[in-house]
């Protein structure tokens, strides 16, 4: 695997499955973006906008920072 | 053949037309580069007749990238046909990385032109530039695809 770029980390994995093992597919077909770029975010490849953070959290029906969690971030 | 379907089946099209962007650009100008060395015999290489060739390779390279990225649309799945978000962000970086040449051969055309250079030096630096945008253009693309940012 590639080697990780960005400190942002996610469990859209963990959501996906927990949501009846939805598809990379179709998760990227719900927030409009392709299926490379859902796994770009999973393997944090990619740090997606603010906007496309949200609709991916929307799609699970969470908040974001259950989706998305920052490495440095101090309590 | 059959690996380079499976390829086309886990990249974007954006992804694929950074690859044709860039092996065009290497091969043509290799073809040119190998026709004026061939034609330069004995003589000042910059007495050779460049013109033509530069002409032809830049026009095949132009159709081969266009008959390359139809190639590609018809072997890409649909979904993943269509640039998101992602492809914008990383088109922006390849053009920002290639426009850098573009200058830089703009800068050195103009001082060629200045030193009152031969045409050949100043038409082949404008040339070197340009695939060289193309090339590392590409490359910035394709690293950023693999590697992420």
């Known amino acids: ?32 973006v392709t299926r490379q770029t859902v796994i770009a975010i999973e393997q944090g490849r990619y740090s997606p906008s ?7 959290a929307a799609v699970f029906g969470t908040r974001i920072d259950d989706v998305f969690a920052y ?4 309590p | 053949m059959v690996s380079v379907l499976l390829y086309l089946r886990e990249v974007t099209a954006e992804q694929v037309r950074a690859w ?12 040119y580069v190998v026709v004026v060395i061939g034609r330069a015999g004995d003589g000042p290489i910059a007495a050779t007749p460049y013109a033509m060739p530069l002409v032809w390779t830049v026009g095949i390279a132009i159709v081969a990238t266009i008959v390359g990225n139809i190639v590609a649309g018809l072997l890409i799945p649909a ?5 998101d978000v992602r492809d914008q962000e ?6 920002r990385v290639g426009g850098a040449f573009v200058v830089i051969g703009g800068v050195a055309a103009l001082l060629l032109a200045l030193a009152e250079a031969p045409h050949f030096w100043i038409a082949n630096a404008v040339y070197l530039a340009f695939v060289l945008s193309a090339v590392l253009g590409a490359i910035a693309r394709l690293a950023v695809y693999h590697w992420g940012f």
Do not use: C
């Not at chain 1, 490495?71 to 101090?74: D, L, S, Y």
């Open chain 1, 1 to 32: 695997m590639a080697p990780k770029p960005t400190k942002v980390t996610n469990s859209i994995r963990a959501l996906r499955f927990a949501h009846g093992e939805m598809t990379q597919a179709a998760l990227a077909a719900r927030i409009g």
């Open chain 1, 50 to 56: 603010l906007e496309l953070a949200f609709q991916i």
């Open chain 1, 71 to 74: 490495e440095g971030a101090t």
């Open chain 2, 20 to 31: 044709i962007a860039g092996v065009v650009a290497v091969l043509s100008y290799g073809v």
């Open chain 2, 79 to 83: 979904e993943d046909a269509v640039a």
């Open chain 2, 90 to 95: 990383i088109s922006r970086l390849g053009e």
